[in-house]
């Protein structure tokens, strides 16, 4: 009678880890997704709700969209490692791909261009106009800010930079006349809304440089990770991924290697 109760005791354990490990394999895996903020947080929603929601429908993973106030803000919460994905800045890929450890596994497959905005209307035509200006800037973004003012310091133009929250939030100041010039980008550029992007006129364009990451946490599985990468590269396959691609602004997504960031780690920007 002992040992058919030992039996009885094996076969229950045996059957509640079973019960527990299926449950385990039904459980959708949940990601959480950081996006550098360019926008104010409602729009950056409903700038990636869209995509968000056919990454989920074709992988089959939970993913939730994580926005940030702003800069400062996001790079805390990259700092800490708070995000399973992100989507981030050439620059802040190359900071913190050393500590957390962020793996980058994709990425736009257009280059990134920094541009330097005014007014339509502006009296403003050359660089050499901007000397003693005052310009709006978003406090850390790498090709909307560092860039511009790197190459204006190297053509002797001084200029007094003001930072404002996004590059949405640039745009906005130039078209209300707070300041008479700002950095963005061409991505942000052209996805404002078309009677506000009529009213600004591009100034400069720098060359194009390696763009924004789409890296995960060490965490993250690379089983996981594959398959991200696999639907993202997918995407411009067919006729609803390159409609969402286009919608969001991108022309395709490629498969990323932590050396495509070299040209940016060679600039030396501390």
Known sequence: MGNINKYKMLWMVLLLLSIVSNAQATTPVTLSFGIVPQERPTRTVD?????????????????????????????????????????MNPYEYTVYHRT????????????????????????????????????????????????????LHQQG????????????????SIINGTYPAGGGIHR????????????????????????HAIAAHPRVSHVVVEQLQRVLINLKHDVTGRKILKDHGFTGIIAAHDNDWDDIRALKIQ
């Open 188 to 211: 942000s550029f052209e996805r404002m809304v078309p009677e506000l992007r009529a009213s600004l006129r591009v100034l400069w364009a720098i060359p194009p440089v390696t763009p």
């Open 100 to 151: 957390p450890g962020y793996q980058v596994f994709a990425r736009e497959e257009k280059k990134l261009q920094p541009l330097i905005i005014v007014r339509r209307d502006s009296s403003i035509q050359k660089l050499s106009d901007l000397n003693g200006k005052t310009m709006a800037f978003v406090p850390s973004a790498f090709a909307a800010t560092i860039l511009p003012l790197a190459y």
């Open 47 to 87: 700038l990636w709700t869209e995509l968000i929601k056919e990454i989920e429908r074709r992988s089959g993973y939970h993913i939730q969209l994580k926005t940030s106030q702003d800069i400062s803000t996001f790079e805390h919460r990259l700092e800490t490692g708070e995000f399973d994905l992100v989507y």
């Open 157 to 172: 133009i001084s200029v007094i930079p003001k930072f404002v929250d996004s590059h949405e939030s640039v745009y906005l």
